[in-house]
């Protein structure tokens, strides 16, 4: 599986719009790109996946670039319980597929 | 979502001891389960996966013999930690996977101290 590179840490102003950026630029064509979230001492939450195409749902959205080699996960409207790790991981979608963990972006929203 | 839950939240136990961690799917078949492990300040760390039925497959550097895994079940997935040692105590998480490629749910944590 692609390896993924990101930020550290990112800071946001309660109610702002977050931008998570996540570079893969070793993708290949049939890996998609995943988005977890863990909230200190649980389990990792799934926000969103995507291949190609930009997509949305009720938490976040994924804007993936054209040549795949990056992407961004926004939350739109920053609140203080979306504190928490972002992981953006690649993998491939069969059933033997693994979610291999990076050190993600530690997000911290600010009153 | 769907749900998976793990039993106990968190366990102390003295070294030399077994202890065993509980993974649940509550509301779908899970046909492959994965256990990772996570130490303070860093990120989760894949152990093993396993499918219903079938014999674990671990990590490199995870020890099979250390690191029991079960899969009896489709809802069911048991990690024993054998003759624990001090230096096991750490987060271990199972996640749960249906028939669906993308989705893959997490429970929420076991917390193991050794003493």
């Known amino acids: 599986d692609a390896k993924t590179t990101q930020p550290t840490s990112m800071d946001c102003a309660e109610g702002r719009a977050a931008n998570l950026p996540c570079n893969h630029s070793?993708?290949?064509?049939?890996?998609?790109v995943y988005w977890y979230r863990q909230i200190h001492s649980q389990g990792p939450q799934y926000i969103i996946h995507?291949?190609?195409n930009n997509e949305t749902n009720e938490m976040a959205s994924l804007i993936i670039t054209e040549d795949r080699k990056s992407s961004t996960l926004i939350l739109p409207h920053a609140t203080l319980r979306d504190t928490a790790v972002y992981y953006c991981?690649?993998?491939?979608?069969?059933?033997?597929?693994?979610?291999?963990f990076g050190q993600g972006t530690e997000l911290s929203v600010k009153p | 979502g769907a749900v998976v839950s793990q039993h106990p939240s968190w366990v102390i136990c003295k070294s030399g001891t077994s202890v065993k961690i509980e993974c649940r799917s509550l509301?779908?078949?899970?046909?492959?389960m994965f256990w990772y492990r996570q130490f303070p300040k860093q990120s989760l760390m894949l152990m093993a996966t396993?499918?219903?039925?079938?014999?674990?497959?671990?990590e490199q550097g995870v020890e099979k013999d250390k690191f029991l895994i079960n899969h009896a079940s489709l809802t069911l997935s048991t990690l024993t930690v054998t003759s624990a040692h001090p230096e096991d105590s750490s987060f271990y998480i199972c996640?749960?996977?249906?028939?669906?490629?993308?989705?893959?749910?997490f429970g929420p944590g076991t917390r193991l101290t050794v003493t």
């Open positions: 996640s749960a996977r249906g028939t669906g490629f993308h989705e893959q749910y």
């Open positions: 070793t993708i290949s064509g049939n890996e998609y």
């Open positions: 995507g291949l190609k």
């Open positions: 991981i690649v993998r491939v979608a069969v059933q033997g597929g693994k979610l291999i």
């Open positions: 509301d779908f078949q899970a046909t492959t």
């Open positions: 396993s499918n219903e039925g079938s014999k674990a497959t671990y």
